[in-house]
């Protein structure tokens, strides 16, 4: 797959994936995308009826929006962003298609999570079975729950549910996410990582895409949930990509 090639990574980029488990990329999104997707996040959260019972960990308190991926056009660059793309394709090993496109925002005061791993399967193995994309849609720092990432815990063979006492708890060497809005941070699916709580006045908007091994399973399966106007107007390499 010619634009998924490794050469739209730099050195330092994939040294980073591969020693630390994630990477930052800058400057994805422009400003003008950026407020494109929070306009649409919110009105759909506004407007469209929560499923909790899709929801892997209920949390009420965070604006939730799922299956993204038939929220618009704006949308569209969370599956074909060459950069991004590549260095998923990096952290799978080659054998990649899409997963599932949502929205964790957390409001004021909420947001905290325990830390956890977004793909336990092949835990131990080169190459997690799932690989998380986070982009973010504002500036993100402590303030208002920069996420937590611990590098390095990819190649620990460990999950933090498992050996930590209290995973809620900050661990040594952890770091929060620093990142200006338009960023995308693209971690690996044994990367032990967490939300954390939201100490601002505003709502922390982000946008998840998410991408797995060829034999895993979509969440929902795409080809049984995609609108025919998004399949209308996909390229054939989305089409690979959705696995429709
Ligand atoms: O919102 C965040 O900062 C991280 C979200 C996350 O890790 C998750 O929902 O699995």
């Not at 996040?41 to 993204?68: C, G, H, N, W």
């Not at 895993?216 to 209308?232: G, S, T, W």
Request: with cysteine; net charge negative; proline share 5%.
């Amino acid at each position: 797959m010619a634009s998924h090639h490794n050469d739209r990574l730099t050195d330092d980029e994939r040294h980073r994936l591969d020693n630390d488990g994630f990477v930052i990329l800058h400057d994805v999104l422009s400003s003008k995308q950026v407020g494109a997707i929070v306009e649409r996040i919110q009105q759909l959260a506004e407007t469209a009826e929560r499923d909790y019972s899709r929801e892997a960990v209920i949390e009420p308190e965070m604006i939730k929006v799922l299956d993204l991926i038939n929220g618009g056009e704006v949308f569209d660059v969370g599956y074909t962003h060459p950069r991004v793309l590549a260095a998923v394709n990096h952290v799978l090993g080659g054998d990649m298609k899409f997963h599932s496109m949502g929205s964790r925002s957390a409001t004021p005061g909420y947001g905290h999570q325990a830390l956890h791993l977004d793909f336990g399967r092949d835990l131990g193995r080169p190459h997690p079975a799932g690989c998380n994309t986070l982009w973010t849609l504002v500036d993100f720092g402590c303030h208002n729950g920069g996420t937590r990432l611990v590098p390095g815990s990819h190649t620990s063979g460990q999950n933090p549910r498992e050996v930590l006492d209290d995973p809620k708890a900050d661990v040594p060497g952890e770091i929060r996410l620093e990142a200006p809005a338009g960023s995308v941070v693209v971690f690996g699916g044994h990367t032990w990582h967490g939300g954390a709580q939201n100490l601002s006045d505003d709502v922390r908007w982000t946008l998840l895409t998410a991408f797995c091994k060829r034999d895993h399973l979509q969440d929902p399966p795409v080809a049984e949930m995609i609108d025919d106007n998004v399949r209308a107007r996909l390229s054939e390499e989305s089409h690979r990509l959705l696995y429709l």
